[in-house]
Structures are given as structure tokens and as C-alpha cells.
């Protein structure tokens, strides 16, 4: 009997796609760019899974032209790119890989908040373009990171990690909202309290937004969230680019209602709004909070796992339908 056909939609280790082939006919993408939603149809046809990462829209109109498509493994926790409903309706198996990059993407995340309090990316530009003629008490004063208060919104695996960061390592005082609250004896051991998001934005030194992307996501900060913050304030997403308005985020930079900002999403990205990248107090990130070698693997490993269990009768573990 012939193996069912997968298609590894992104280029991913070598290594890792090999495991797929002792089950199934692979196709893989060997180029570092992603396909158009037409190529990905036209390449689907007659696979029976699929390995996508973040790029990849899976949505009605494809699962109805790729009618033997049976599973959809991401590589990606986010899965804001998959119509998981539309899947469900179909009988296709969606799988997502959390867990794996939760302390990576925490680290970055923190990074990034520390990269943007600190003015280190602005620094090291004007540093380069040769403008370093003295040392000066106020050059490049920034903010202590150390015992501010971090505000975290979305405390969910990955905000949970940077406020255990924040508070163990930092001294920070934590504040966060999330649609629900913490039990208590989840919230001590990261020193965290909840709070109205509107009082989180007024108390928070350092924001973070960890909250994944959905309707009711969409601009979660704009123009009236950021005049809530304090004007020393730092605002990081590692979230998804939508969660926030780049175009408000920009204009506030701008004038200063807020210090600074660190992005590793963006609306529309590839593309970054040109008023963000013409802003110096925004440190700037081409969305790789959980780029590390082994956390890549890990992920694009679970990924395979999870196909391979789709498709041969076993049970993935990361299953998101419901
Ligand atoms: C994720 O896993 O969701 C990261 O943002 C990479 O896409």
C-alpha cells in the first residue's frame, strides 16, 4: 500500500523532516520563504497533512480545495493563522507546539524589555554612526528595570515565565491582567496581583503583552491605552503584531507619551509600519522571541510528532479542536 503524502510547508531542520519519511511521502519546502495561500492549495493537493508554521493561512477556502487534507500540525504556539473551527467542521486534526518555547520566548522577552529601558539598540546606532565624542552623565539614561513595577498582559504560560523572571530575579513588583484570574497559590510564587487593565497601564513601569491574537484582541493598545500610561513607561510586544495599533504606538512615541517601546511583531509584518521604523526610542525584532537553535528543534520536533500521531492513528498531543 502507498504512504499517505505530507507537505512541510516551512523549511525546517533536515533531520527532523527525515522522520516523517519512514511514514509518509514528503514534500518539502527547501527555501526560507513561505508560500502564497494559492502555492500552498496547489502544493496540498492530495496530501493528507500538513506542517505550517505562523505564515501559513489555513482557512475555509483552502480546507474546501484540499479535500484530503486530514491534519495540521504548526510548528508555532500562535495559531491566529488556522480557522480551527473550519478544521473541526471537516474532521482535520489541528495541533499547535506550546510548552517547548515558553522560557525561550520569556528570555526574549525580557530582553527586549531590558534592550528597550536601557536604550541599547539606540545607543549602539549612534555609537556606530560615529556621534561618540564624550562621555556625558545623561547620555543615554534610561530606566532601571530592577525593583520597577512590570505589568504583564495575557498571564498565560509564557507571561507567567517573564513575571517569575520579573520578580525572582529582578525585585520587580508584578501586576497583570488577564481575562481570568490567577488561583492564589498561583499568583504568590510569582509575586503577581491582578488588576484592571486600565490600572494596569496607569501602575506599570515596564508592559508587557503576551495575550494571544483574536477579534477581541485586535488593538488592545491603541491611541486611549497608551495616554493611560505613565510617560517613563516602556510598552514590549512579543505577542502578535495585530494585538497592538503600530500606527497609534507610533504617533505616541512620537510626542512622548510614552518612553520607548520593543517590537518583535508587527501589523502586516514582514512589512513594519515607516513611522515605527522611523521612531530611535523603538527597538526593533523580526519576530524571533523563540528563535534558538534547540527551541526551533523542539518545536518543529512536536510539530512532526504530532503528524506523525494524526495520521497513523495515534493521539497528538497538542491537539486544538474541541
Ligand atoms: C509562535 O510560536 O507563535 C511564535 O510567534 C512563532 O510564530
Redesign the pocket.
Known sequence: MSKPSVLVARKTFDDIVDRLRPHFEVEANDSDTGWSQDELIRRLQGKAGAYI??GDRIDAKLLDACPELKAVCTM???YNNIDVAACTARGVVVTN?PDV?TETTADFGFALMMATARRITESEHFLRRGEWKQWSVTMFAGADVHGATLGVLGMGRIGAAIARRGHLGFGMPVLYHNRSRLPADQEAPLGAQWVEKDELLRRADHLIIVVPYSASSHHLIGQRELRLMKKTATLTNIARGGVVDDAALAAELKVGTIAAAGLDVFEGEPTVHPDLLACENVVLTP?I??ATIATRRA?SNLAVDNLIAALTGGAPTTALNP
Do not use: E, P, Q, R
Open positions: 508554521a505562523g508555532a504556539v500562535g507546539a518555547l519576530h522571541a523563540s518545536m
